[in-house]
């Protein structure tokens, strides 16, 4: 639908609930089978509110119509649902393979008390189960993937010997980061240069093994500049792990040099190798940037860019697009929701880390309507949002549209990635191609 002056209020949200946090942690970890104790659209809403909303992905075995569910009805409000989840739980491990179950209930059962923990509980000598609690009113979907993995520390982790060099990763929710396949893992890849071994939870094989592994790492890594940092205090009380953050995922050289320096401050490793391993990727990432030169110098010279974008990820594409490509930052909109406490840091890494006198306003803001008002009125040539904004970014705004948070209807992303050395020449590409040919 073309932009218009009649087309002022539409609803178009950022994220989904905290159930759809926890099922899209359930869907991403390889081997898990979610079980909802729901009414039945809380899951089916999740097939094009979250899944098919992350670049047009699919959820997997259990992902769409064939979720298992316990469908609440009004007769379930009145009487309970414990039962019919007993039920459901006994068929699901009978009919469907998988290598963890997870119940996951929503608004009703937290309205009515059902006691999904015991009712899972029955089953711990059969199978690998836990429950979440996550019903929709308490939070979104950042709340989600968070409670979800308290939920596993709580009931299915166990304390481990330390294994040296292991190194967890949390902060990249499935699905709300549409590129986290790829991302989680050219974070591997990078840490694996100085002999680090990565715990990727999500988007590998064994993931059970790999959750269970959490207890055993020597650190864990947060890739966000809030979501996860609950999660890893947690584990820091429960298993003694020691944690670091970063403002999000990196993109470009800077970025992952900097993450690869925190994390062997951190573990001792000899730095030597560190800038080693830097040195030969910067010469390759670099040589390789000159092949898009003519065309950010040429075409369009130091452009003004507006972002629209959850904290991490706007954080990770700003400084590399102006630290290193030379763009102009106008104006950030962040539509994560962090915690006020956060605030004040996320806002000093979009101005204090840039390198350039303009600094770009920031906006906090999740609403839509309120977003394209602040929009309005402003010098950008380039527009990186979500899917929202590509239908009024050309007529509106006169600017090029590239899509890079969620929602993104407009792409498919399987294992695509701006993460890493690599990465930034990826969202290089994808931007130039918006404008670089005659034809």
Same mark, same amino acid.
């Given at each position: ?59 997997? $075995? ?111 929710? $499935? ?66 792990? $020691? ?6 995922? $990196? ?189």
């Amino acid at each position: 639908m073309a932009a218009t002056d009649s087309m002022e209020v539409y609803e178009a949200p950022r994220f989904s609930c905290s159930l759809a946090g926890a099922f899209g942690a359930t869907l991403g970890l390889f081997g898990g089978v979610p079980i909802l104790h729901s009414g039945a659209g809380c899951g089916l809403g999740q097939h094009y509110g979250m899944t098919f909303a992350a670049g047009l992905n699919a959820g997997g $075995p259990q992902g769409t119509t064939n979720t298992p569910c316990s469908c609440l009805v009004e007769e379930h409000v009145i009487f309970g649902g414990e039962d019919k989840l007993r039920k459901l739980i006994a068929s699901t491990i009978e009919l469907m393979e998988g290598d963890l179950y997870v119940v996951i209930s929503g608004c009703v059962p937290a309205l009515i008390g059902d006691d999904v923990a015991q009712v899972t509980k029955e089953f711990r000598d059969q199978t690998a189960i836990f429950s979440v609690d996550a019903p929709g009113f308490s939070g979104n979907t950042y709340l989600g993937y968070e409670l979800f993995l308290q939920a596993a520390a709580a009931q299915l982790l166990e304390t481990r010997p330390v294994q040296k060099g292991l190194v967890t990763i949390l902060g990249i929710v $499935p699905y709300q980061h549409i590129f986290w396949k790829g991302s989680l893992a050219v974070v591997k890849q990078a840490l694996a240069r100085i002999g680090v071994e990565a715990n990727v939870l999500f988007c590998e094989f064994g993931g059970l093994e790999n959750l269970r592994r959490i207890p055993a790492a020597e650190l864990n890594l947060v890739l966000s500049p809030w979501n996860g940092h609950t999660v890893a205090t947690d584990l820091e009380e429960r298993f003694g792990t $020691p944690w670091i953050d970063l403002p999000g995922v $990196p993109v470009g050289p800077k970025q992952t040099a900097h993450l690869l320096r925190a994390v062997a401050a951190q573990l001792g490793i000899d730095p030597n190798l560190v800038e080693r391993v830097i040195a030969e990727e910067e010469r390759h990432t670099y040589r390789f940037m000159e092949y898009v030169g003519d065309l950010l110098v040429i075409g369009i010279p130091q452009a003004y860019l507006a972002v629209v974008a959850d904290s991490g990820t706007a954080i990770g594409v700003i400084q590399f697009l102006t630290n290193e490509a030379g763009s102009i930052p106008d104006i950030v909109i962040l539509t994560d929701d962090p915690p006020e406490e956060r605030r004040a840091a996320i806002v000093a890494q979009l101005s204090d880390e840039l390198n350039t006198v303009l600094k770009p306003e920031v906006v906090f803001e999740v609403d839509s309507y309120r977003i394209r008002q602040k929009l309005r009125g402003r010098t950008f040539s380039f527009l990186l949002a979500s899917s929202q904004e590509k239908y009024i970014a050309a007529e509106e705004f006169k600017a090029i549209h590239h899509s890079i948070a969620f929602p993104a209807y407009d792409r498919m992303i399987v294992d695509r990635s701006y993460a890493g050395w690599r990465g930034g020449l990826n969202l290089l590409e994808d931007l130039v191609s918006k404008f670089g040919g005659p034809l």
